[in-house]
């Protein structure tokens, strides 16, 4: 029987999103041959309410393995606006149904991280057939011990720290580095291990300003310092905060992350010079590691099988180092955070790097 398989990137962008989708086409083209058409639905959900999508050919799958970005385009479509119908007047979840029936789709593959899927969970629930791949360079997808996008960003974010240290020798300087990862702190976890930070700090433990500063003055003889700050590190002051209140106060003082004003305290507590580097997007862009071009094969052949076995309502997932899939009903909403006895913060603990906690 002849499939109609949908595919969409929804969210920000990562390296592994063309790899996955190769990696779906060709096992779904090897399979079914003929007895499979893929419709690629351009710019994520906002393609699906709007209508925007194209038949796509084998070709079309071609010399992708090692692009970055994404072949379909992505937008952010916040999942809580799903259900409020705006100035547009659009119905957005009935136009995501619409267009699921005009274009005759047997099923639909949400490509995304966190809001990704729970909107593929609103949509499974509302009796599309839907299956979620679990895309993010923040790692921070509950139920899978892995999202594809995530080692490629800890390879980029660990060669800023690696430059950063001959810079930050050179001028015996505090260098405060800013690493993606708005709610979870794996990934400046991770790079910060892999570039030997001297500090790391995270949302999942919130920091005290002193305890920085009193770790770069134990490195005083060693001249200079380097902290790994994740986007979304806060104090533990700010820990007792609403996140609102939280953003207020913070856009009262001028700021959207934490790291300009640690670098600015460190300085006034420690009378060491500091400077702050924020690598931002470029942690999201360029071509996949060859372990996410793997990770995304792997994930998107799964995705072909739960396809071929009509399972839907699933996100695929690593559990336990094998690919797997867990109920998007199960995963949706939550977030895996670091947790904070977490192997690695014990390891990065035990060199001696501080936490601020
Ligand atoms: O979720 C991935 C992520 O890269 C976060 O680490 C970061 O906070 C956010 O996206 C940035 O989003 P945008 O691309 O919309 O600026």
Redesign the pocket.
């Known amino acids: 029987m002849k499939k109609r398989v949908g595919i969409l990137t929804s969210?920000?962008d990562?390296p592994g999103l063309n790899a996955t989708i190769r990696g779906v086409a060709k096992a779904l083209y090897a399979r079914m041959g003929d007895n499979v058409e893929i419709i690629g639905i351009l710019n994520g959900y906002s393609g699906l309410i709007n209508g925007d999508y194209k038949e796509m050919c084998e070709d079309d799958f071609r010399g992708i393995l090692t692009l970055g970005g994404t072949i379909l385009g992505t937008k952010?479509t916040p999942f809580k606006l799903m259900r409020v119908v705006e100035e547009d007047k659009i119905d957005k979840v009935a136009a995501m149904k619409k267009t699921y029936k005009d274009a005759k789709l047997d099923c639909l593959l949400c490509l995304g991280?966190n809001g990704t899927h729970k909107t593929a969970n609103l949509l499974s629930q509302e009796g599309l057939n839907i299956i979620g791949l679990p895309k993010?360079?923040?790692n921070d997808i509950y139920g899978t011990d892995v999202t594809f996008g995530f080692h490629t960003a800890v390879d980029i974010a660990t060669d800023v720290i690696d430059r950063i240290h001959t810079t930050a020798g050179s001028h015996s300087r505090v260098m405060c580095i800013e690493i993606?990862?708005?709610k979870a702190g794996w990934?400046t976890l991770y790079s910060g291990i892999a570039g030997g930070a001297d500090m790391i700090v995270i949302p999942e433990i919130p920091y005290d300003i002193e305890k920085l500063a009193a770790a770069c003055e134990k490195r005083e003889s060693k001249g200079f310092s380097i902290l790994a700050v994740a986007?979304?590190a806060f104090d533990k002051e700010e820990a007792k905060l609403k996140k609102k209140e939280r953003a207020r106060l913070r856009a009262e003082q001028g700021l959207t992350t934490a790291t300009p004003r640690i670098a600015k305290q460190i300085e006034e507590l420690t009378g060491r010079e500091t400077r702050v580097c924020v690598p931002g997007?470029m942690?999201?862009g360029g071509s996949p590691s060859a372990y996410d071009r793997v990770l995304a094969t792997k994930f998107g052949v799964h995705a072909a099988e739960l396809i071929a076995a009509d399972k839907y309502g699933y996100a695929v997932a690593m559990i336990n180092e094998v690919v797997s899939e867990n109920p998007l009903s199960e995963v949706a909403g939550k977030t895996k955070f670091v947790p904070a006895d977490h192997q690695l913060v014990k390891t990065a603990k035990a060199l001696g790097v501080a936490f601020g906690d």
Do not use: Q, S, V
Request: net charge neutral; charged share 25%.
């Open positions: 969210g920000g990562c952010r991280g993010t360079i923040d993606m990862g708005n990934l986007e979304g997007h942690l999201r």
